[in-house]
């Protein structure tokens, strides 16, 4: 058993420790964050250890989690200061590279880059991990791990993870059953039949083609037949500017993670 520290008690950290604790961790967690409504919180939820001092918490880390905003990352890390032995580091920070994280914080520390989806409070994340060639493989192996415990675990090089980021988030999800349980009500469906009807195109939907064996081309085909109402609804989608709207907003994320990255 290794003792964890999560430097940051937000949104992300509260996923993540749920998430650990449904896949019953064995790791000692403690949770650094300076407003003590936060701690309060962790504490009551999770029963984990929580640390106001963050020099302390540092301390205890065996592997330490940073899980700020990423224009809060720098401040922190100065906070912190000169690290005098190894410790291995987790970036959640989105759009702050490898060499960023470095040049603030080097050797003795280690810099991984992980993106955890808030899906992991479920059990059912899906996270992005990034290493530098260096670190050895049994360290590799300790993040892995960590996050395997909530999910998937998918490791990608550095040059994709902005463009992973922007494809990944949950909010995608949410946003279009948001979308379309709206539009459907307009329709003249009840809210509660609205989203019933939308969450089913969408969860179920993706939940057949994951655990399934058929291609999303041939999915889309069964499910849109030429001359139906489906394929009527998909056709005018597109035709309003559905695929370009997509592309966007990606486009607008993928700028947002370069901008952090200068910060």
Known sequence: MSTVVFLGGGRITSAML???RLGKTRHHLVVHD????KLRDLKKSYAVVVEPDLNRAVKQAEL????VRPGSVRQLLRAIGKVNRPLLAVSLAAGVPLRALR???GPPMQWVRAMPSPVCRSGRGL???TFPETL???DRKRVQDLFATFGHVVEIPESKFDGF???FSCSHGYHALATLAGAAQKAGLDRNTALLASAHALADGIVAWREGKHSLESLLEEAAT????AAATLTKMDVAGYGRAVREGLAAGLRRARANAGK
């Not at 330490?64 to 899980?67: C, E, G, P």
């Open 18 to 20: 749920a998430g650990l």
């Open 34 to 37: 300076r407003n003590p409504r």
């Open 64 to 67: 330490l989690i940073i899980a």
């Open 103 to 105: 040049k603030m914080v």
């Open 127 to 129: 996270t992005a991990v």
């Open 136 to 138: 050895p493989r049994a």
């Open 165 to 167: 980021t922007v494809t």
């Open 226 to 229: 030429p001359g139906g109402i």
